[in-house]
């Protein structure tokens, strides 16, 4: 709490000092270039650039190579001119080429711009503050990107930014040229008479493995928008006030594989439909509120297939378009807020011969607004509000169907404030998270949920030494309160495990109507350099830390030092254009001081001079003890492992790229991991990209929770903490497919045939707490026996119990098969195919690779969706 309240008094005064205005004063010897006035429909955005305004506009020319020599002059010469109307910047580029017919450009749908295409990317930081940028970039065959850079760095943009904007290509004897319209009520920028942005230029030629930048940033330092020359010439216009809406419609269909006759809730299909809005708002100059509405994300990717045998639930990536656009401003962390929260599937239990749960809960709407409030001042607040959810029942020996609540109403809110200062870009932010559930007290589910619970937290960025180094602090605290059982209920889940009968602080507490905590993580490292990198690092989370109902944490209760140091050589050399070779080292004790993780990891990285790369990894744990193996019981000792993963790739800018990594680990009980998994990309015409991800892993797991049963022994609390060892075998391919007709009609195909199996043996029970020391069953006096349905009979002494069969073969597929059309800019049709195919059987048979395809002919649904959208620009 310290911590927090440090840095809170940071904050307070780092926002009351005056934000520098570095937007019109001398630019300090960088890169300059000019922008034209012409009169709206001046330019026909064509690709052609013949028009004659663009030969009165200068033109940049005075580029420089990244990649493969750095600071050495271009292969190819490169012509960037930029005109602007009352309502759009428009960009003209002719890229000059030898060999025009090898010019390598294959197709794909937005966004999906890689190495494997000749581009250009135009970034401009509108703010001029030396921190964001967006970027607009186009491939030589019309396939757009864009991205925004809320940091200064390069590598990281939010993917989800999708302007309306306009660009089209042409390939001729010269080699090639582009044009660009970027409407200026799709950028925000500050409101003066004369406006100057920063400005970067690059172009890719994968050819010529070579990268082509107008400002050059080295390759050993981290550093973006910091860099950029200025865009100057623009006056005269506005932040313009925008009103778009975004109505969509849509149909679906769903068909299911496996229907009884008596289950009144599937006829064989179910048709559905839905209308939604989208709204984007200007609010002054540089705020944009966004609103949805009965929002549907059926176009969106499925997760792949998985068995998870761990109390620790699995966090997949958001997909969903709405929360990953402008993600990075609304949090500085997943630990404080985890999107997919928000319309998570309902957690009320609801129990009959047919149940018809519903797979999520409903988002009514949602609200976010981002941008700046100041020059140098950014906000991000988030708002949704889920329904209330009723899973249908049917039993054949009462008439009727009854519904049963499974979640009730939730609000969510998210407010986050950032102060940037200092030349260098240091920032400080404030951020406050909550969700509150309607839950009486007498509601069934308020013993299951939580009432309300809320975060706060700040995070203070500091750059040092021209941003070589960064000292960065993230601290928050949670609180949680609702009906003592439902207290209860988070105190014994896997996040904290409470109730362990040989914990002696923060001990399970039935009676608490509320629960707080708090995390902080801290880190100091040197980011940019010839050689030497280096981090260290400290992440502390309290035993009562509970940010799950908007958040994801795995584990509270831990302080967790980490350590890394890697030596790099970017200069080309005869074997090897660039490697690396660095050691991390991490430790974790909980708060009682019990050492749960000791791990070493050295690391080399080479890329080789023919581009090809190799990668090598080797991890070692020590033994230690384990807080949750038990889940919920005492603490058990865990042997010593290690790990080992060996990659290689070719060529990224290949029309045929492929790579592989194998894994081996194993550790001193027996364990084993043996896991190979390798990557297909070809392209066998510039329309078509396929590729392939076969997988297999099989191990040996030798501390397989099963079930904790009392009446064990008074060393163990009374209780039986049953473990087995498990082999466990998986494959699985995920299958891509893009064909493109043309760059705003696309048809992208994803499958994933996945099976996987577990058999169960040597079954035991935790000899002591501490040790890794089990009683199989069977040996010493004790006996199992297994039965005709798979379950095992045990007797030890006078007692006698049953365990469940345990062993699985699963079979599953999924696919989407997505036809995307942008029939206008903003207005997109989907047709979409989705199947979700799944089978079990309680047999421990290993699975082969003809199960994997065998799973294409399980039981299961098929969904034919249907959805319009139509962007209407009201202002």
Known sequence: MVSLSSLCLFFLLVSTLHAQDRGDGANGGRKQATAVLVEDGAIRVDGRLDEETWRRAPAITDFVQKEPIEGAAPTERMEVLFVYSESALYVGARMYSREPSAIQAPMSRRDNVDTQMEHIFVSLDTFLDRRTA????????????????????????????????????????????????????????????????????????????????????????????????????????????????????????????????????????????????????????????????????????????????????????????????????????????????????????????????????????????????????????????????????????????????????????????????????????????????????????????SRGAFAVGGDVLLRFKGGEYELRSTSGTSFVTGEPRAIERIQRSSTHYAQRPDKDYARLDPTLTSLSGFSTQNSFRRISGRHWLWGLSTKIDSPHFEPNDFGIIMAADGIEPRGNIRYRETQPGRLLRNYSIGMTAASEWDFGGNRQVVQLEPAVDLTWSNFWTTAVLVRTNLRTTDNKLTRGGPLMGTPGKWHSKVTLGNRATAQTRWSGAVEAGGDGDGGMTRRGDATFSFRPSPQWQLSMTPSYERLIYTQQYVTTLGGGRPGT??????????????????????????????????????????????????????????????????????????SLLVSTGDATFALANGDFNVRSFRSNVVLRWEWRPGSTLYLVWQQDRQAQDPVGTRVSLGDMFSSLTAPGTNIVLIKMSFWLPVL
């Open 134 to 449: 967006y970027t607009f970039g186009v491939t030589a065959t019309g396939v757009r990107l864009d991205r925004f850079h809320r940091q200064d760095d390069e590598q990281t943009a939010d993917a989800g930014f999708d302007p309306v904007w306009e660009a089209r290509t042409s390939i001729d004897e010269k080699g090639w040229t582009a044009e660009l319209w970027i409407p200026f009520s799709q950028l925000r920028f500050n409101d003066r008479a004369e406006q100057v942005w920063g400005l970067n230029v690059r172009r890719f030629t994968p050819t010529l493995e070579e990268q082509d930048d107008w400002v050059l940033v080295p390759r050993t330092d981290q550093a973006w928008a910091s860099r950029f020359g200025d865009l100057r010439g623009i006056s005269g216009i506005r932040p313009m006030r925008r009103l778009e809406l975004v109505p969509f419609l849509v149909g679906s269909t769903t068909r299911s594989a496996q229907r009884a006759a008596q289950n009144p809730f599937d006829k064989g299909y179910n048709l559905a439909s839905r209308v939604g809005l989208d709204m984007k708002m200007g609010l002054g100059p540089n705020l944009t509120l966004q609103t949805t509405a009965n929002p549907d994300f059926g176009q969106v990717e499925a997760d792949p297939a998985e068995v998870n045998l761990t109390a620790i639930p699995t966090r997949f990536a958001e997909k969903r378009p709405f929360f990953t656009e402008d993600s990075q401003l609304l949090n500085f962390t997943n630990t404080f807020f985890y999107s997919r929260r928000i319309g998570m599937k309902p957690s009320g239990a609801a129990s009959g011969d047919f149940v018809d749960y519903p797979p999520a809960t409903t988002i009514l709407g949602a609200t976010k607004l981002t941008g700046r409030i100041r020059p140098r001042t950014s906000l991000g607040v988030l708002a949704a509000v889920t329904n209330e959810e009723s899973a249908r029942v049917f039993n054949g020996r009462s008439p009727g169907i009854t519904e049963v609540r499974v979640a009730p109403r939730a609000t969510y809110g998210l407010a986050r404030i950032q102060q940037e200062f200092g030349q260098l870009g240091s920032t400080a932010s404030f951020m406050g998270v909550g969700v509150h559930r309607s839950l009486d007290a007498d509601d069934p589910l308020a013993s299951l949920l």
């Open 717 to 790: 609390f009374g209780n039986r903490y049953v473990f087995a060892e498990i082999e466990r075998s998986t494959f699985a391919t995920q299958f891509r497919m893009n064909y493109t007709f043309k760059p705003d009609v696309n048809l992208d195909v994803y499958a994933e045939p996945f099976a996987a199996s577990g058999r169960y043996y040597d079954y035991g029970e935790l000899w002591a707490p501490g040790s890794r020391q089990r009683l199989t069953f069977g040996t010493l006096g004790t006996f199992l026996q297994r039965q005709p349905d798979g």
